[in-house]
């Protein structure tokens, strides 16, 4: 196996581990707050925001032991799996900001609530930024996955040659030759 090959299955894992562990931590934290009640502090997940991220994830980390564990067209079709599952993780966590979170934020507050609520302050962190960054290379990394020949190039040695002459005896009987013959 190459280093590129390697390297890009690295991003991969790496990626999708750390958009797992990621997605279990608090992304937001929901402030609500009317007169004479007590104020409502609702940390919000972000599994809670898009769970699609998450199981992605873990497909990913399946589907990367299936690539290594397959070959030729069967690699390719992996390959195209991985493009699409890191494709969809960069989608689902592009849609979890700015008015997506706000309507999120507004559904979870009112369940918590017991009634309708709209415009709920939340305070945000930068987990979002780590996910879309992770979520991007496993992209590029499954692209390249896919773009890699499916098969191990066999060695120079391991090619048969059909003229017995050409060889020395020792190369003759490596191919498999009898190296007596002309």
Not at 1 to 16: C, D, N, Q, T, Y
Not at 152 to 162: G, N
Request: net charge neutral; charged share 10%; proline share 5%.
């Amino acid at each position: 196996m190459s280093s590129k090959l390697r390297a890009s299955l690295a991003v991969l894992i790496f990626g999708a581990i750390i958009l797992l562990f990621i997605s279990g931590r608090v992304w937001i934290t929901a402030n609500f707050s009317e007169p004479n009640s007590p104020t409502l502090n609702l940390p919000i997940t972000g599994r809670e925001l898009d769970p699609l991220g998450a199981g992605c994830s873990w497909a990913l980390i399946a589907s990367v032991l299936a690539f290594l564990v397959s070959s030729g067209i069967l690699r390719r079709v992996v390959a195209s799996v991985m493009v699409l599952l890191s494709a969809a993780i960069l989608m689902s966590t592009w849609n979890s900001h700015g008015a997506a979170i706000a309507n999120q934020v507004d559904a979870l507050t009112s369940q918590a609530v017991g009634r309708s609520v709209v415009g709920v302050v939340f305070e945000s962190n930068y987990f979002w930024v780590l996910a879309v960054t992770c979520s991007v290379l496993a992209l590029i990394a499954a692209i390249f996955l896919l773009l890699t020949p499916s098969g191990p190039k066999k060695p120079a040695r391991y090619e048969r040659s059909e003229n017995v002459a050409d060889l020395s005896p020792w190369q003759a009987l490596d191919a498999g030759l009898d190296p007596t013959q002309d």
